[in-house]
């Protein structure tokens, strides 16, 4: 396990905190597109989860994750300064009802929104609002898609116009990261060895990875009791085996790893104001390894896609 590197005291972030907009309703899904069990009340069902998926399944979250990836780069391609997070989720929502499927955070648990968006020292489940993303910032954009009876999980984080250096390394850091913890995944790998594979990333930089937000194990269910820790723990000996299917979804912070929770319920912030960034990807353990199954339709997924470029560079803010 590779400790965390101790650093010097940072430089104030780039930019002034977040403070939140104006959020509005939430958007509608046409009658003919079948819901999770949860849409109309907000409570997922309670029964018990199973962490091995049956083909059938897998088969269908193979369409759901390309759904989900598909959307996630059509808001990419949207991504610029002057551009709001409920424009981004206005377009994250209609590039998944066009394919069929349900936004999947679409009143989880109340959520009020068709994906997330965490801008700046927001570590996840940022909500979508009026907010304008100004030059320099980074925005993560996480995407859900429900059809076929599975969901499909993906995310990335996006440099809005000139972003800074430091700001720009976390990013990319995060994500090699996030690949490292995938590379592990294989029949017979214990759970730790993805949060290790993940710090080893991480600690040597001086960054602090987040705890108390991990990846999950997902298919008919939104989130199942199979949990991914981003971090090592040798408690976390569950043996990985064909037929699972996880999220890995680091958040790297580039300061301290401690947070904060806005009274919104949802929004999570770094205690420092310090930025975090995160990816994710929908594994699948196969027999001899494992299988991304948030791919897109054509190309690569949003997270090498997009790898290093500052969108809207010169963008119209007033757009």
């Known amino acids: 396990m590779s400790k ?84 981004l989720d206005r377009i994250g929502h209609e590039a998944m009802v066009e394919a069929g499927s349900f936004p999947s955070t679409l009143n989880y648990r109340g959520y009020p929104k068709s994906l997330c968006t965490s801008v700046n020292e927001v570590i996840c489940h940022g909500i979508p609002d009026a907010r304008r993303l100004q030059d320099g910032d980074i925005v993560n954009v996480d995407v859900t898609a429900y059809i076929e009876g599975v969901h499909g999980d993906t995310s990335a984080t996006f440099l809005v116009g000139d972003v800074d250096e430091r700001s720009a390394q976390l990013v990319a850091d995060t994500r090699e990261a996030m690949h490292a ?10 759970i730790y060895e993805i949060g290790r594979a993940i710090e080893d990333v991480a600690n040597p930089k001086g960054y602090g990875v987040v705890r108390e937000f991990i990846g999950h194990g997902i ?7 199979l949990q991914i820790p981003h971090y090592y723990d040798p408690r976390n000996d569950t043996v990985l085996l064909p037929g699972m299917t996880f999220t890995i979804e680091p958040m790297v912070n580039l300061g301290s790893p401690k947070l904060e929770m806005w009274d919104d319920g949802w929004t ?52």
């Open 268 to 319: 999570v912030v770094t205690r420092d104001l310090q930025r975090s960034a995160q990816f994710e990807h929908t594994i699948l353990v196969t027999e001899d390894g494992h299988e991304l199954l948030t791919l897109p339709t054509e190309g690569a997924p949003a997270d090498v896609r997009f790898a290093g470029e500052r969108l809207g560079v010169g963008a119209d803010v007033t757009d």
């Open 219 to 225: 298919g008919d269910q939104f989130h199942t009791s």
């Open 4 to 87: 965390r590197k101790r650093r010097p005291a940072l430089p104030p972030p780039p930019s002034s905190p977040v403070v939140p907009g104006l959020i509005g309703p939430m958007r509608t899904v046409p009658p003919g597109i079948v819901r999770p069990d949860y849409a109309a009340t907000g409570q997922p069902s309670e029964r018990a989860s199973r962490a091995i998926r049956t083909d059938d399944e897998i088969t269908a979250m193979r369409v759901a994750g390309r759904v989900a990836a598909d959307a996630l780069i059509e808001v990419g391609r949207h991504v610029r300064p002057g551009i709001t997070t409920d424009e």
């Open 181 to 190: 913890g995938i590379s592990v995944v294989r029949p017979g790998a214990r």
